[in-house]
């Protein structure tokens, strides 16, 4: 069987690139997401008795790699890049649908024109199409003695600290949203690199609210070294 899917609403997110954006939605709680429902889902009426519910499932199409297609194998970046596991037993974003399911909270939800709903720590690139929208049920779908496989327990988080240039290149910028400080260090403690690289020598670029912030990473300490801030 095949089908045909309607995007329902599109992500709005600091994540301008793929690189950087942490692999699971929570583990960086600052980053300021919102889904615009689009017509004809963005009618109140859609979302009448949602904002009950203090997370929900958001199920999207990973729309910037979906061309590439899928491998029945695939290595997470959990288990070092090197080891392979089938892809139905990883969150991998090259699969089979290119399809996405991400746990979110649920900030509120805007009925003033159309529908917007706020979220917190999701996990999405900007511009993300969504395909559905279903309320979190903890006493169904909250199993605290689950097994978790190779990603059981959070990743470990590295040390982040600033250069005196890069605060600077932010208090010089009219603009700077309040959390984006908070952003980067979130980010940045994730280890964004590539499983198997470790070069201190190497500067690193992450687009994030439409900055570009340059790191590097040695001893498990990442060092914020610059910010590019857009042109006034
Ligand atoms: N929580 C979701 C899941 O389990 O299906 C996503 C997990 S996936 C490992 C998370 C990664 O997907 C992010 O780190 C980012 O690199 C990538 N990503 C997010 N939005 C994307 C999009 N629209 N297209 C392609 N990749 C995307």
Not at 179 to 194: G, H, K, N, S, T
Request: net charge negative; with cysteine.
């Amino acid at each position: 069987m095949r089908f045909e899917l309607d995007t329902i609403g599109v992500i709005h997110s600091p994540y301008q690139e793929k690189f950087g954006i942490p692999r699971q939605p929570a583990l960086a709680p600052s980053a300021p997401v919102t889904l615009e429902l689009l017509p004809p889902y963005n009618q109140p009426d859609c979302v009448r008795g949602l904002e009950a519910f203090s997370h929900i499932w958001l199920t999207f199409v990973f729309h910037e790699t979906a061309a590439r297609g899928w491998q029945p194998l695939v290595r997470p970046p959990r288990l070092g890049g090197n080891t392979k596991v089938g892809v139905f037993a990883s969150r991998a974003t090259h699969r089979p649908n290119a399809l996405g399911l991400s746990l979110v909270a649920l900030k509120g939800i805007d009925t003033t024109d159309g529908v917007t709903l706020q979220l917190a720590g999701a996990d999405l690139l900007d511009g993300t199409p969504v395909l559905d929208i279903k309320p979190y049920i903890p006493f169904v779908e909250a199993k605290p003695e689950a097994r978790g496989g190779f990603v059981d327990g959070p990743p470990p988080q590295l040390a982040v600290q600033w250069h005196e240039r890069a605060r600077a290149d932010l208090a010089a910028w009219a603009d700077t949203p309040p959390w984006l400080p908070a952003l980067i260090d979130e980010v940045l403690a994730q280890d964004p690199r590539p499983a198997y690289q470790d070069d201190p020598a190497r500067v690193y670029g992450i687009r994030l609210a439409h900055c570009d912030v340059r790191f590097s990473i040695a001893a498990n300490v990442v060092t914020v070294l610059e910010i590019v801030t857009p042109a006034p």
